[in-house]
T-cell receptor, first 116, second 114 residues
Framework: AQKVTQAQTEISVVEKEDVTLDCVYETRDTTYYLFWYKQPPSGELVFLIRRNSFDEQNEISGRYSWNFQKSTSSFNFTITASQVVDSAVYFCALGGYTGTASKLTFGTGTRLQVTL | DTAVSQTPKYLVTQMGNDKSIKCEQNLGHDTMYWYKQDSKKFLKIMFSYNNKELIINETVPNRFSPKSPDKAHLNLHINSLELGDSAVYFC?????????????FGNGTRLTVT
């Protein structure tokens, strides 16, 4: 069975602080995919990034960076110099299969509140 | 212009009623999904269709019946609504039925059953 754990339910930071959102996953698959999604207060779900299990290179996109560590089954997300617009619920997700059907299993989300 | 659109955005109804939510995607994707987000924000898959064929039915009560008339549409009909059905329902699509395909979500339908 696949499982994603986001132990941090809620994080509050002041603008310009760096913040890391943790994600730990469990899977028996040798090939799998990890995702992060953002859900701002307006409610839509926005795809941020996908990572393959065979590519452990870290990725940076502007103020966002992702640290994938297979040895600890973690795929953490860091926001540098946070801004109020980063306030949202962030979901980590694991892509795999149920039989032959692809399926995305989500973590419970981390609510990030960035204040001035 | 909208990639995945679902209607209505809000749905308020009484227990026992039947209601439908419609979803359409203009991305040319093969696979479509329904996810339910509960009050604690937990997202759980309900159904998945690939080229109009049901491929995932995740122990959802049979009061919920999805229908895919073509691969661009996936509607959700709910019979005999119960209080516990109150949630946000998200439609999504992916390019193909592969684990690496990111999901593109609609804006959600907030269902409130009173």
């Amino acid at each position: 069975a696949q499982k994603v754990t986001q132990a941090q339910t809620e994080i509050s930071v002041v603008e310009k602080e760096d913040v890391t959102l943790d994600c730990v996953y469990e899977t028996r698959d040798t090939t799998y995919y990890l995702f992060w999604y953002k859900q701002p207060p307006s409610g839509e779900l926005v795809f941020l990034i996908r990572r393959n299990s065979f590519d452990e290179q870290n990725e940076i996109s502007g103020r966002y960076s992702w640290n994938f560590q297979k040895s600890t089954s973690s795929f953490n997300f860091t926001i540098t110099a946070s801004q109020v617009v980063d306030s949202a619920v962030y979901f980590c997700a694991l892509g795999g299969y149920t039989g032959t059907a692809s399926k995305l299993t989500f973590g419970t989300g981390t609510r990030l509140q960035v204040t001035l | 212009d909208t990639a995945v659109s679902q209607t209505p955005k809000y749905l308020v109804t009484q227990m026992g009623n039947d209601k439908s939510i419609k979803c359409e995607q203009n991305l040319g994707h093969d696979t479509m999904y329904w996810y339910k987000q509960d009050s604690k924000k937990f997202l759980k898959i309900m159904f998945s269709y690939n080229n109009k064929e049901l491929i995932i039915n995740e122990t959802v009560p049979n009061r919920f019946s999805p229908k895919s008339p073509d691969k661009a549409h996936l509607n959700l009909h709910i019979n005999s609504l119960e209080l516990g059905d109150s949630a946000v329902y998200f439609c999504a699509s992916s390019q193909e039925n592969r684990a690496h395909s990111p999901l593109h979500f609609g804006n959600g339908t907030r269902l409130t059953v009173t």
